[in-house]
Protein backbone atom coordinates (compact mmCIF):
# COMPACT_ATOMS: atom_id res chain seq x y z
CA UNK A 1 0.00 0.00 0.00
CA UNK A 2 1.09 3.19 -0.69
CA UNK A 3 0.08 6.29 1.84
CA UNK A 4 0.52 9.85 1.04
CA UNK A 5 1.54 12.39 4.26
CA UNK A 6 0.97 15.95 4.42
CA UNK A 7 4.45 17.25 5.63
CA UNK A 8 6.22 20.51 6.95
CA UNK A 9 9.19 19.64 8.07
CA UNK A 10 9.40 16.90 10.15
CA UNK A 11 5.52 17.34 10.76
CA UNK A 12 2.35 16.69 9.61
CA UNK A 13 0.54 19.74 8.01
CA UNK A 14 -2.43 20.89 9.64
CA UNK A 15 -4.08 21.16 5.79
CA UNK A 16 -3.34 18.80 3.25
CA UNK A 17 -3.46 20.42 -0.04
CA UNK A 18 -1.38 23.64 1.34
CA UNK A 19 1.36 21.41 2.59
CA UNK A 20 4.98 22.21 1.48
CA UNK A 21 5.42 18.59 0.95
CA UNK A 22 4.04 15.28 1.04
CA UNK A 23 6.03 11.81 2.29
CA UNK A 24 5.24 9.31 0.53
CA UNK A 25 5.56 5.50 2.19
CA UNK A 26 5.44 2.28 0.34
CA UNK A 27 4.44 -0.22 3.14
CA UNK A 28 3.96 -4.01 2.50
CA UNK A 29 3.78 -7.05 5.32
CA UNK A 30 4.02 -3.86 8.37
CA UNK A 31 7.58 -2.97 7.10
CA UNK A 32 8.38 0.64 5.06
CA UNK A 33 9.67 -0.67 1.61
CA UNK A 34 9.90 2.80 0.14
CA UNK A 35 9.97 6.66 1.11
CA UNK A 36 10.30 9.67 0.00
CA UNK A 37 9.81 13.37 0.04
CA UNK A 38 8.00 15.34 -2.75
CA UNK A 39 7.31 19.07 -2.99
CA UNK A 40 3.55 19.77 -3.52
CA UNK A 41 2.98 19.62 -7.26
CA UNK A 42 -0.31 22.52 -6.78
CA UNK A 43 -3.45 23.28 -4.85
CA UNK A 44 -6.44 23.17 -7.13
CA UNK A 45 -9.44 21.11 -7.40
CA UNK A 46 -9.39 17.88 -8.04
CA UNK A 47 -5.96 17.58 -8.96
CA UNK A 48 -4.40 16.13 -5.98
CA UNK A 49 -6.81 13.90 -5.91
CA UNK A 50 -6.20 12.63 -9.47
CA UNK A 51 -2.29 13.10 -8.68
CA UNK A 52 -1.99 10.28 -5.94
CA UNK A 53 -3.99 8.37 -7.68
CA UNK A 54 -2.03 7.92 -10.61
CA UNK A 55 0.59 7.00 -8.24
CA UNK A 56 -0.95 4.56 -6.97
CA UNK A 57 -1.45 6.04 -3.51
CA UNK A 58 -4.42 4.41 -1.50
CA UNK A 59 -4.75 6.56 1.89
CA UNK A 60 -3.66 10.42 2.33
CA UNK A 61 -3.01 11.15 6.45
CA UNK A 62 -3.06 14.69 7.41
CA UNK A 63 -3.83 17.64 9.79
CA UNK A 64 -6.93 18.34 8.06
CA UNK A 65 -8.62 18.58 4.44
CA UNK A 66 -11.88 19.85 2.96
CA UNK A 67 -15.24 17.77 2.77
CA UNK A 68 -14.60 18.50 -1.19
CA UNK A 69 -11.62 17.62 -1.34
CA UNK A 70 -12.31 14.39 0.60
CA UNK A 71 -15.46 13.53 -1.56
CA UNK A 72 -12.76 13.73 -4.33
CA UNK A 73 -10.25 11.39 -2.71
CA UNK A 74 -13.29 9.01 -1.79
CA UNK A 75 -14.50 9.05 -5.69
CA UNK A 76 -10.60 7.87 -6.31
CA UNK A 77 -11.04 5.17 -3.37
CA UNK A 78 -8.74 6.70 -1.72
CA UNK A 79 -8.95 6.83 1.92
CA UNK A 80 -8.72 10.35 3.63
CA UNK A 81 -7.38 10.06 7.79
CA UNK A 82 -7.80 13.81 8.74
CA UNK A 83 -6.82 14.82 12.84
CA UNK A 84 -3.40 13.41 12.99
CA UNK A 85 -0.61 15.18 14.10
CA UNK A 86 3.05 15.09 15.80
CA UNK A 87 6.14 13.85 14.09
CA UNK A 88 6.00 12.07 10.66
CA UNK A 89 8.19 9.65 11.88
CA UNK A 90 5.77 9.05 15.32
CA UNK A 91 2.64 8.71 12.81
CA UNK A 92 4.13 5.96 10.58
CA UNK A 93 5.29 3.76 13.70
CA UNK A 94 1.34 4.02 14.77
CA UNK A 95 0.05 2.88 11.53
CA UNK A 96 2.72 -0.05 10.78
CA UNK A 97 1.36 -0.79 14.53
CA UNK A 98 -2.45 -0.66 13.31
CA UNK A 99 -2.88 2.22 16.14
CA UNK A 100 -3.11 5.17 13.92
CA UNK A 101 -6.40 6.87 14.89
CA UNK A 102 -7.64 10.09 12.90
CA UNK A 103 -10.04 12.50 14.43
CA UNK A 104 -11.80 15.87 13.73
CA UNK A 105 -9.98 17.52 11.04
CA UNK A 106 -7.29 20.74 12.16
CA UNK A 107 -7.90 23.19 9.19
CA UNK A 108 -11.50 25.55 9.35
CA UNK A 109 -12.90 22.85 6.65
CA UNK A 110 -15.34 20.49 7.99
CA UNK A 111 -13.56 17.04 8.36
CA UNK A 112 -16.36 15.01 6.26
CA UNK A 113 -18.12 14.04 9.33
CA UNK A 114 -21.56 13.03 7.86
CA UNK A 115 -20.55 13.01 4.20
CA UNK A 116 -19.55 9.27 4.23
CA UNK A 117 -16.38 9.85 5.86
CA UNK A 118 -17.15 8.27 9.59
CA UNK A 119 -14.41 6.53 9.20
CA UNK A 120 -10.84 8.06 9.99
CA UNK A 121 -8.29 4.89 11.26
CA UNK A 122 -6.49 3.57 8.06
CA UNK A 123 -8.27 0.32 7.11
CA UNK A 124 -5.47 -1.10 5.22
CA UNK A 125 -2.59 -0.91 8.11
CA UNK A 126 0.10 -2.67 7.55
CA UNK A 127 -0.51 -4.25 3.73
Request: glycine share 14%.
Amino acid sequence: MKIAISTDGDFVSPHFGRCPNFTIVEVDNSKIISREVIANPGHHPGFLPEFFDNMGVSCIIAGGAGTRAQALFAEKQIQVIVGVSGRVDDVLEKLLKGELKGGESLCSHDAGKGHGMEKNECEHHGK
